[in-house]
C-alpha cells in the first residue's frame, strides 16, 4: 500500500497552520520579509542557455555559513525560505539546510530541475521536514536550449507521487523563444494526473523583463488555467500574469528588498536574480532600515517584470492596504468564469474582516495571540 499520498495529505494540514501564519504575519505587519531565496549553491548539473543563475565549477556554500544566514533571516522575521540555485540537491548538506530551516519555525521549499531525485532522496527529504517542491520542466523532449523536459524526468515525477510526503508543483514556461508552446499543456496535464499542482512561468530577458507573448501562447495560457479545478489558486488569480500575456504592464509597487529577499551564494541581498547588485548589501548587515527603505523604493523594471514570487508578496501587502480593491481583483476571474457563484465559507469570512479596519485589527490580534507570532 502506497502510504506517501495519505501522509501527504496529513502533513498539508501542518504546512496549511503555518502558511495560515504567513498570512496572519503579513496582515499585522509590513515589517519583515515573507519569502527570500536563499543560493547554496550556483553550480548546476545543466547548462539551460537561457538561464544566467549558475555556473559549472562553484563550490557549495559551507553549512555553517548557511545556518548564519538562516539565523539572521530569522531575526529579521522571514517566514519562508526557497532554496534555489544553480542545482541545491548538488550541495552535500542540504538535508541539515532544511532541517536548520524548520527549526527556526519558517516554512522550507526547494525549487530544482529534478534530474537528481531518487526513491532515496525523496524519502531523505521527507525526513529533513520540506514543506514544499517544485520541478521545473520547460518541453516535452530535450533540446538545445533545455534539458529539462518531461521524457527526462516523468519517472523523477513517479517516484515523487510514490514516495514525497511534501506538497509538489510542476512549473513549466511559455513565451517567445519555446519551439513547442503547445508542451505546456501536455506538462501540465501530466502533472494533474500525479496529483500534483502546476504552474507556468513566463519567458524573461536578461533583466526579468516580458518577452511578449503572440497569439498563440495567450490561447495556450487560457487552457492551462482551466486546468485548475481549486476554486482558489494564485496562479487563476494573477492579474499580474494576465496583463502580462496581454502585453501589458502592470502598475503596482513592488517590495523586492523589503518583503522578498534574493540572497546569493556571496551572501548578498538583491531584489531578485534578475537585478543584482540592488541594493547588493551583504546579509549580516542587512537591518530594519533598509527593509523600510526597500519598501518604499519605486523599482523602474517592476512594470514588465515576470518575477513571479514578487508578485506574491505584493499582493499580501495589498490585501492588507487596499482590501476590498485586491479581494475584487482575485476573485473577479472567478466571477466570469462561473455566474453566479458564490464564495466558500472560508472566504467569505477572510473577506468580512479584512473589509472593516476595525475588524482587520481586531482579528489580527487575535491571530498574534492564537498562532503565537511576534510583531516586528
Not at 20 to 30: D, E, I, Q, W, Y
Not at 61 to 70: A, D, Q, S
Not at 118 to 130: D, S, V, Y
Not at 151 to 175: C, D, H, M, P, S
Amino acid at each position: 500500500m502506497n502510504l506517501a499520498p495519505i501522509l501527504r495529505r496529513w502533513r498539508r494540514f501542518g504546512v496549511r497552520l503555518r502558511q495560515a501564519r504567513v498570512f496572519a504575519k503579513a496582515m499585522t505587519s509590513p515589517r519583515h520579509p515573507i519569502l527570500v531565496h536563499l543560493i547554496p549553491t550556483r553550480r548546476c548539473n545543466l547548462s539551460c542557455a537561457y538561464c544566467s543563475e549558475y555556473d559549472d565549477y562553484s563550490q557549495p556554500v559551507p553549512v555553517h555559513e548557511l545556518f548564519r544566514r538562516i539565523e539572521r533571516l530569522s531575526s529579521l522575521g522571514t517566514t519562508i525560505i526557497t532554496l534555489s540555485g544553480g542545482e541545491p540537491l548538488l550541495h552535500p548538506q542540504l538535508d541539515d539546510i532544511i532541517r536548520n530551516i524548520r527549526s527556526h519555525g519558517i516554512i522550507a521549499t526547494l525549487i530544482t530541475n529534478g534530474y537528481l531525485l531518487t526513491p532515496e532522496r525523496i524519502q531523505r527529504l521527507n525526513k529533513a521536514g520540506l514543506d514544499h517542491l517544485e520541478v521545473s520542466i520547460d518541453n516535452v523532449a530535450p533540446d538545445e536550449v533545455s534539458k529539462k523536459s518531461l521524457k527526462v524526468l516523468n519517472r523523477k515525477l513517479e517516484w515523487l507521487a510514490q514516495y514525497a510526503e511534501f506538497e509538489v508543483n510542476i512549473n513549466t514556461v511559455l513565451g517567445a523563444g519555446v519551439a513547442e508552446p503547445e508542451d505546456a499543456l501536455v506538462i501540465a496535464r501530466r502533472a494533474v494526473e500525479l496529483g500534483f499542482t502546476t504552474t507556468v512561468g513566463l519567458i524573461h530577458d536578461h533583466s526579468g523583463q516580458l518577452v511578449p507573448p503572440d497569439s498563440r501562447h495567450r490561447e495556450i495560457y487560457q487552457n492551462l488555467m482551466k486546468l485548475d479545478n481549486r476554486f482558489f489558486s494564485y496562479e487563476q488569480s494573477n492579474r499580474f500574469q494576465r496583463n502580462l500575456v496581454q502585453g501589458q504592464p502592470n502598475a503596482w509597487r513592488c517590495r523586492a528588498g523589503s518583503r522578498y529577499l534574493y540572497v546569493c551564494e556571496d551572501g548578498l541581498v538583491h531584489w531578485c536574480s534578475q537585478q543584482r547588485g540592488h541594493p547588493g548589501i551583504p546579509l549580516q548587515r542587512y537591518a530594519r532600515e533598509d527593509l523600510e527603505r526597500e519598501y518604499e523604493t519605486v523599482k523602474g523594471c517592476a512594470p514588465y517584470c515576470t518575477v513571479s514570487c514578487v508578485h506574491q508578496t505584493a499582493v499580501l501587502d495589498d490585501l492588507r492596504q487596499r482590501p476590498r480593491e485586491t479581494l475584487m481583483q482575485l476573485l473577479s476571474p472567478r466571477h466570469e468564469r462561473d455566474h453566479p457563484f458564490r464564495l466558500p465559507l472560508s472566504l467569505r469570512f477572510i473577506s468580512w474582516a479584512l473589509l472593516s479596519s476595525n475588524r482587520r485589527k481586531l482579528f489580527g490580534g487575535v491571530a498574534v495571540r492564537i498562532l503565537g507570532l511576534r510583531r516586528q
